[in-house]
């Protein structure tokens, strides 16, 4: 099977720490370690977020403009020694490393972001299980659920990203390092996971990219994520 590189032009390139048309938001839940790169003259804009909530943050796009889009997040609490994946793409692995933690008793994560400044875009989801529990975890943006579950064993070394195709809770997408692509409508839009169990670190959310236009990679496919070459910026 040929091996799609590029998930999309944008997207990859706020992952390699570029700059591209067309903008991208990008945030990564890093639980107080694992911050991705900062704008500077040639490198991409993250807002790199700590704890486990927050309410009505302003974010930048990757170009480190204001925008109109404001992010609020709650979750169990904020976990900062997650397994890393060893893809092609150290910034992907780096973003794997933290995020928010879900649990059944406490909180599930929830995940809003309004004031949108683009007419269409899509948003990219990092979410994943990173443990060997096998129990099934969903996420949703109120209109399309994804589900997804672990094959057995943690993030740790998986080689690329998986994404998660699966709307059939009887039939999740089974595997490590697990995204989601949900298409945006209008100015806002929330998700929000299901599944996490009790002192079980099985539903995670690393981080998300909002892209304005619902970019797709150069043959207009749905591509896997980091594969990209190793960025020289992370």
Do not use: K
């Not at 938001?25 to 790169?37: K, S």
């Not at 794997?96 to 989801?125: A, K, M, Q, W």
């Not at 749905?222 to 594969?227: D, H, K, L, Q, V």
């Amino acid at each position: 099977m040929r091996l799609i590189l590029r998930l999309s032009e944008a997207v990859e390139a706020a992952l390699a720490g570029e700059v591209v048309s067309p903008s991208v938001i990008a945030v990564n839940f890093t639980a107080g370690a694992h911050p991705l790169a900062l704008w500077s003259a040639a490198g991409a804009c993250w807002n790199n977020c700590d704890g486990y909530r927050s309410e009505d943050l302003p974010l930048l796009d990757t170009a480190g403009h204001s925008t109109t889009a404001r992010l609020t997040f709650e979750s169990t609490s904020a976990y900062a020694e997650f397994g890393a994946p060893q893809t092609l793409n150290s910034a992907t692995n780096r973003l794997y490393c933290g995020g928010l933690v879900g649990n059944d008793t406490v909180s599930e994560v929830r995940v809003s972001v309004t004031g949108i400044p683009y007419d269409r875009y899509d948003v990219f989801v990092f979410a994943s299980a990173d443990t060997t529990d096998r129990s099934p975890l969903s996420i949703t943006d109120g209109r399309t659920t994804f589900y997804y579950r672990s094959a057995g064993r943690s993030n740790v070394g998986a080689p690329r990203l998986l994404r998660t195709r699966s709307r059939d809770p009887r039939a999740p997408t089974e595997g490590p390092a697990q995204y989601q692509v949900f298409r945006g409508r209008g100015e806002s839009f929330t998700v929000t996971t299901g599944g996490s169990r009790n002192c079980v670190l099985s539903n995670n959310v690393f981080g998300l990219q909002i892209v304005r236009g619902g970019v797709r990679d150069a043959g207009g496919a749905e591509a896997e994520p980091g594969t990209a070459p190793d960025p020289a910026r992370t």
